[in-house]
Nanobody
């Protein structure tokens, strides 16, 4: 059974930094892309950043230059360093694994983590 376990959220002052981690566990054959989405109250879930197994990266315009996503393919883990945080970055951040293929089925589907709260406030 596949699980995505996130860590690293919390409360930080404006201008501060946080580092999110997400580890995918289970009998995993491959993962095409891993990334982070966020959802603030009253808003739709939106892509923050994603990285493919080959290293192609996509950022939301709102976080370019402030957030850095990275990935350890051997550990099926994705990280996101968030610097210069703003109050508008406050949201629940969800880890996503796109087209994760398990060894048992050799079929791919998307998986989500449970979410971690990031609050930017003074």
């Amino acid at each position: 059974q596949v699980q995505l376990v996130e860590s690293g959220g919390g409360l930080v002052q404006p201008g501060g930094s946080l580092r999110l981690s997400c580890a995918a566990s289970g009998s995993i054959f491959s993962i095409y892309a891993m990334g982070w989405y966020r959802q603030a109250p009253g808003n739709q879930r939106e892509l923050v950043a994603a990285i493919t197994s080959g290293g192609w990266i996509n950022y939301a315009d709102s976080v370019k230059g402030r957030f850095t996503i990275s990935r350890d393919n051997a550990k099926n883990t994705v990280y996101m360093q968030m610097n210069s945080l703003k109050p508008e970055d406050t949201a629940v951040y969800y880890c996503n694994a796109q087209n994760l293929i398990t060894r048992a089925t050799m079929l791919g589907r998307d998986y989500w983590g449970q979410g971690t709260q990031v609050t930017v406030s003074s």
